[in-house]
């Protein structure tokens, strides 16, 4: 296998110990001063969704046309029941309150809707006031079909949409801290009557935020704790710890001081970078440690054992952080700028951590190796055990190569029938306080979120005319005619509603009037967390009762849920292409390396044979292949090539003189540290189990189940694929 150049180096970094001691230093230095004001949190779920396709360009237009409604904020309030006198005033001054927030430029509720032809907002009206509460709500929900988008059936629950000002035209500005605590304040005001939460897409991109910075206050910490044990539990010795993990910390600091100079967020994908670039350290400093115990005895001191470690092993660990970053650019192939800033974190983070291990590992054995001590090769019964049956099975080769050609065919099958899909509850605890709410709101009939009708002015003339207003008539008995019976048509605000509406300061209205004035929006609720082929299939009943109706002109629905439930399934499938760029790649990585277009090619089926394994059992649990899976399976992937790398490393490394035992050999040399890391790779991983984000555990899930497959394939399988071009080595 070629060297790259790698003992050169390490030697270099044994021979030079002090100045490339003050090098790493001064790295790490500079690194942990860069995170502090730099390092930057992202949880906007819909950055994966900013992508150059015709459906983002609409949502793009008609925020800009019409009203930027993704930095609205839902507010939800709950009460025993607003038909109590107590609890319906307590309503009317929390919405007043919140209308003067700082920040908020409108606010819509069922406070602002008119009924029966008025133009003065029925709940404020005379006729209305004379009546209770109770009565002044129902004739609410009645006379303007509207109202049940705010108001459940059981007068609980009520939904108030604040409008936040804009500053300038970027048409992002969000709802600031300041604005927040002040509403806030008013709720704690009318508690215990009234309970005010925040809801829809912005409080989901900050319990998303929130729960990324708590993970990354723990994440790291934990997967690097618990790395540590395995290694004193492997290697009985502190010191073999000790250098076994000062490599991947610095490399997990490395990356997040370029994280804070190159402005890559830490966002719902990136987030599991860190962690990913610790155990994957961790990986490469156990194989490296393993091999300095091996050449240690036949050495003649300290420094001469750790530049043959860096020789012999540091090549193969170069390649294993190749292949996986050269993985992650493989997610990269979707378009996305969350899914672009995971390939370049990715691959700069990768290529980071390898740079700490070789700059790190070599000092670190200098400085702590040089005291005599008791230091041995593992000889656990279970490594002990993985190795004779990976080297029993040698001599069954030619059934073992048929069964895994059969086996992978049948997986390949599973892969092309799995389906793809999209749930924004992924991100979201099930047990959270905010998935709690959302099934509370959802059970009373109501949607934090909205897509929106684009419905075409009837007549062409700018502003609104009674044929306009007709047309709305129609799209509400064919939208919400269940609302209100075959009794009594389909209430909507007439004409001069709507020009009394238009004429408000700040004009409510006019969020949905275009700026031409020859369109509007009509808001359609709808639950977010719902998947991706549900969302379809209620807009596409929407479509279909609009046709039904036989209205004239072209209508669109726009919104972000529709545009996840579109859009990421699309992305699944380029990222899918993306795999595929990353397997030709590696491959081209292995033919390299080895010099050996055979062993290259030979290579590929055991190592594809992991990530369709897990693919076939998401087949078999009837679950679609999510973005999440995609991204693990794609960077599972590149940590499953290591495997097979140390082990066509040490069969190339082999005494020619002997080859008949070259690859027993081979094989029983590499079964102990490729054990040893899975196990590492899959006690680190596990702590994404504790993350705050499902998405993150279940990366967890997903890549451990690879990486215990990717284990079994390299030792009871590759061999199988060698042999053949072993045979063919012998007779030559």
């Not at 005319?465 to 048509?489: K, N, Q, T, W």
Request: proline residues 5%; negative net charge.
């Amino acid at each position: 296998m070629k060297q790259f150049g790698i003992g050169r180096l390490g030697s270099a970094i044994v021979d030079r110990a002090r100045l490339f001691a003050i090098l790493a230093v001064a790295l790490t230095a500079v690194a942990l001063a860069s995170i502090p004001g730099g390092l930057v949190f992202n949880g906007d779920v819909t950055d994966l969704l900013r992508v150059d396709t015709p459906g983002y360009r609409d949502l793009e237009r008609m925020e800009k046309d019409f009203h930027p409604f993704s930095t609205d904020e839902v507010i939800v309030v709950e009460s025993a029941g607003f038909g109590d006198p107590a609890t319906f005033d307590a309503l009317a001054e929390l919405v007043a309150e919140m209308q003067l927030a700082t920040g908020v430029e409108a606010a819509v509720s069922i406070f602002s809707l008119p009924t029966n032809g008025s133009t003065v907002p029925y709940l404020a009206s005379p006729e209305a006031s004379a009546l209770p509460p109770g009565e002044r709500l129902g004739n609410l929900l009645a006379g303007q079909f509207l109202a049940a988008d705010l108001l459940s059936k059981d007068l609980t629950t009520t939904l108030v949409v604040l409008a936040v000002a804009q500053d300038g035209d970027t048409l992002n500005t969000g709802l600031d801290d300041e604005g927040r605590k002040e509403i806030e304040d008013a709720a704690a005001r009318h508690a215990p009557a009234l309970s005010v939460s925040f809801a829809g897409m912005k409080e989901i991109h900050r319990t998303i935020e929130e729960g990324l910075r708590r993970d990354q206050r723990l994440l790291a910490g934990a997967s690097t704790l618990l790395c540590v044990l395995i290694a004193l539990l492997i290697f009985r010795s502190w010191r073999g710890a000790l250098i076994c993990a000062v490599p991947p910390v610095t490399g997990a600091i490395w990356f997040f001081g370029f994280a804070a100079i190159a402005g890559v967020a830490i966002d719902p994908v990136t987030a599991i970078i860190p962690t990913l670039i610790i155990v994957v350290g961790f990986a490469d400093s156990v194989h490296l440690y393993f091999t300095f115990l091996r050449v240690r005895p036949q050495s003649a001191d300290v420094a001469d054992a750790a530049r043959r470690t860096m020789a012999e092993t540091g090549p193969a660990c170069f390649l294993t952080s190749l292949t996986t970053a050269v993985s992650c650019l493989g997610v990269g192939a979707a378009g996305s700028a969350t899914l672009n800033a995971f390939a370049v974190g990715g691959f700069f983070g990768l290529i980071l951590q390898f740079s700490a291990a070789l700059l790190c590992f070599p000092l670190l054995l200098v400085a702590l190796e040089r005291e005599t001590h008791e230091a041995r090769l593992p000889d656990g019964a279970a490594f002990a055990l993985v190795a004779r049956g990976a080297t029993g099975l040698l001599g069954f080769g030619r059934t073992v190569l048929l069964l895994s050609i059969a086996a992978f065919l049948a997986l390949a099958y599973a892969h092309s029938r799995l389906p793809v899909g999209f749930q924004l509850s992924e991100h979201l605890r099930s047990d959270g306080d905010l998935a709690k709410l959302q099934e509370r709101i959802s059970a009373k009939g109501l949607g934090s979120a909205y897509v929106y009708l684009i419905v075409p002015d009837t007549d062409g003339v700018k502003g609104l005319s009674p044929a306009d207003v007709a047309v709305f008539e129609r799209i509400g008995a064919a939208l919400f005619a269940e609302r209100f019976g075959a009794a009594g048509g389909v209430p909507f605000l007439n004409a001069e509603q709507l020009d009394r509406l238009a004429a408000e300061d700040p004009a409510l209205l006019k969020r949905f009037v275009a700026a031409d004035g020859l369109r509007y929006l009509l808001p359609i609720p709808l639950d977010p967390t719902l998947p991706s082929e549900e969302i379809e299939r209620e807009c596409g009943k929407i479509v279909e009762r609009i046709q039904a109706a036989g209205l004239p002109g072209t209508f669109e629905i726009v919104g972000i849920p529709l545009l996840s439930a579109r859009e990421v399934p699309a992305m699944i499938k380029d990222l899918q292409l993306g795999f595929l760029v990353a397997l030709l790649l590696v491959v081209l990585i292995l033919v390299y390396a080895t010099g050996s277009l055979r062993l290259g090619l030979l290579s590929l089926v055991p190592n594809l044979i992991p990530i369709l394994g897990v693919e076939a059992v998401l087949y078999l649990s009837s679950e679609p292949l999510t973005m999440t899976a995609a991204v693990a399976l794609t960077i599972a992937f590149g940590i499953a090539v290591d495997n097979s790398i140390h082990l066509l490393s040490r069969y190339q490394q082999g005494s020619p003189a002997d080859p008949s035992s070259r690859l027993r050999q081979a094989v029983g040399e590499i079964a102990a540290p490729v054990a040893a890391t899975t196990i590492l790779l899959v006690v680190g991983l596990s702590v994404t189990q504790v993350s705050t984000l499902p998405a993150v555990a279940t990366f967890g899930q997903l890549v451990s189940a690879a990486l215990v497959l990717a284990m079994a394939s390299s030792l009871f399988l590759l061999p199988a694929f060698i042999e053949p071009f072993h045979r063919r080595g012998r007779k030559e």
